[in-house]
């Protein structure tokens, strides 16, 4: 069954440093996502990425935050200057469609702790 | 306001017996999901009920949605020790690809 994959399962960083997330969406996904959940919290909505582009963003995602498809399977979430409040589990999703009733489904998450 | 509040935060059942959970929000929708999360793992689809259907059923999942008041539960009949995990409700508004938010959850504990 397809999946959505994610690596490196687990990376500690020192605060500071640039961080980046990868994660390979299912393969005739056109829509794509990430997630993340803090220790404890809810799973927070980050970005939707379409047709090489933002769709939408939240108010988390700002200026150390960027994602980016390089090529046709690899999307990336790239934290410019990791705080320690980053810690936490990133997800990536990808939906077949960005319509209102398709299922996004989520890869494994990467776990993150900055130090 | 949150949108998406699961009840009860934990419950502890066992096998053989049934585990409801219920999910409130507070805006309109276009639909509901559950998802399911083993201990630090990932997110695992269950079902997605769509905001003019009722009642929806996948094995023995069995999901209701009352947009009047805008609240969804989810029936796991029969339950066994691998339903152990928490389970999460999450909604997608009117706007935006695919934006889900996400309740706080229920976890979920079957003994054997």
């Known amino acids: 069954e397809p999946e959505v994959t994610q690596t490196p399962s687990h990376q500690v960083t020192q605060m500071g440093q640039e961080v980046i997330l990868r994660c390979v969406p299912i393969?005739?996904?056109?829509?794509f996502y990430w997630y993340r959940q803090i220790l404890g919290q809810k799973v927070e909505f980050l970005v939707s990425?379409?047709?090489?582009?933002?769709?939408?963003k939240s108010e988390i995602f700002d200026d150390q935050f960027s994602v980016e498809r390089p090529d046709g399977s690899n999307f990336t979430l790239k934290i410019r200057s990791t705080k320690l409040e980053d810690s936490a589990m990133y997800f990536c999703?990808?939906?077949?469609?960005?319509?209102?009733?398709?299922?996004?489904?989520f890869g494994q998450g990467t776990r993150l702790t900055v130090v | 306001s949150q949108q998406g509040e699961e009840d009860p935060q934990a419950l502890s059942i066992q096998e053989g017996e049934n585990a409801t959970m219920n999910c409130s929000y507070k805006?309109?929708?276009?639909?509901l999901q559950w998802y399911r999360q083993n201990s630090g793992r990932g997110l695992v689809h269950l079902i997605l009920?769509?905001?003019?259907?009722r009642e929806k059923h996948s094995g023995r999942l069995r999901v209701t949605l009352d947009t009047s008041k805008k609240s969804s539960s989810l029936l796991i009949t029969a339950s066994r020790a691998a339903d152990t995990a928490s389970y999460f409700c999450?909604?997608?508004?009117?706007?935006?690809?695919?934006?889900?938010?996400f309740g706080t959850g229920t976890r979920l504990l079957v003994s054997p």
């Open positions: 009920i769509r905001s003019n259907e």
């Open positions: 990425f379409y047709n090489n582009e933002i769709s939408e």
């Open positions: 805006t309109s929708i276009n639909n």
């Open positions: 999450a909604t997608s508004t009117n706007t935006g690809f695919q934006k889900l938010v």
């Open positions: 393969s005739n996904h056109l829509y």
């Open positions: 999703a990808s939906s077949g469609t960005g319509g209102m009733n398709t299922e996004a489904f």
